[in-house]
């Protein structure tokens, strides 16, 4: 099976200095991936490189194409502190937002549109408060209305970075909850996310990363105290890691 995502010799630097350095990664259809690594070490860089937002140098290759005609069948949800919260607008349009890419230019969205849109906030058990502005929600709330936009988008793969960064429980098992219906879709999920516990509960493969690929693979054999030295060195004592 051809891979959904396939990165040769990534290089990305901010001000000539490369973050990123010829960096090569392969991620199979259909599988749900978590990218671990300390702050700073280029993961929010990598997903924007992803999505074409950084300037680089080396081939991407989604679902086997160049990545520049492939990015529509990509949802990317952000960082939660790259997004503009005053914006004024409803959790609704928001959603709505991810059939835009579905229509052509200049054309309303139809009544088609309109039950998707609805039923992705269904999935995420926002309908109540889908006329409010985003502004007004909650965090976890805030996080649904962006997945819920992923998931209206219908696409093939979805990246998501620190998406359960300051969310409530409830958010946390929505989100692992959809993760895993995705999957059974064959789509492919890329989470860039922090805990370790729920990585080894609910993802099938980890990369951890530190301005490299540190290691790859199945999480269970993945995650060792060793791997996870390499990649935090410096940053959290090895004592602090005695639950792998
Ligand atoms: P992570 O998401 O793993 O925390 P980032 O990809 O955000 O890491 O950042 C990687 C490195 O690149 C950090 O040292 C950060 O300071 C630097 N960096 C990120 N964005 C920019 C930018 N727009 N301009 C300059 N340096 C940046
Ligand atoms: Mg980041």
Redesign the pocket.
């Known amino acids: 099976m051809k891979p959904a995502l396939a990165i040769k010799n990534l290089t990305v630097s901010?001000?000539n200095h490369p973050?990123l350095h010829n960096l090569n990664l392969s991620i199979d259809q259909g599988s749900l991936v978590a990218f671990v690594?300390p702050?700073?070490?280029?993961?929010?860089?990598?997903m924007q490189s992803i999505m074409g937002l950084l300037p680089s140098s080396g081939t991407i290759a989604i679902f086997d194409q160049p990545s520049q005609y492939q990015r529509h069948k990509i949802a990317y949800i952000p960082?939660r502190s790259c997004v503009d919260w005053t914006f004024p607008i409803s959790a609704f349009d928001v959603v709505m937002m991810g059939r835009y890419g579905h229509l052509k230019f200049g054309q309303r969205p139809s009544d088609q549109d309109r039950i998707i849109t609805q039923q992705a906030l269904e999935k995420v058990a926002l309908t109540k408060i889908a006329n409010q502005p985003i502004g007004q929600l909650s965090g976890g709330q805030q996080q649904r209305v962006f997945l819920a936009r992923a998931l209206a988008q219908q696409a093939d793969m979805y990246i998501m970075d620190e998406p359960f960064a300051g969310v409530d429980r409830v958010t946390e098992e929505i989100m692992l909850n959809l993760f895993l219906q995705l999957k059974q879709d064959k789509k492919t999920i890329i989470v860039?996310h922090h805990d370790i516990m729920t990585v080894k509960k609910y993802f099938d493969s980890v990369f951890l990363m530190n301005r490299k690929i540190i290691a790859h693979g199945p999480t269970a054999t993945t995650l060792t105290a060793a791997n996870m030295n390499q990649t935090f060195r410096s940053c959290i004592d090895i004592h602090d890691l005695n639950f792998l």
């Open positions: 901010y001000d973050i690594g702050n700073g070490s280029g993961k929010s860089t990598l960082q860039v």
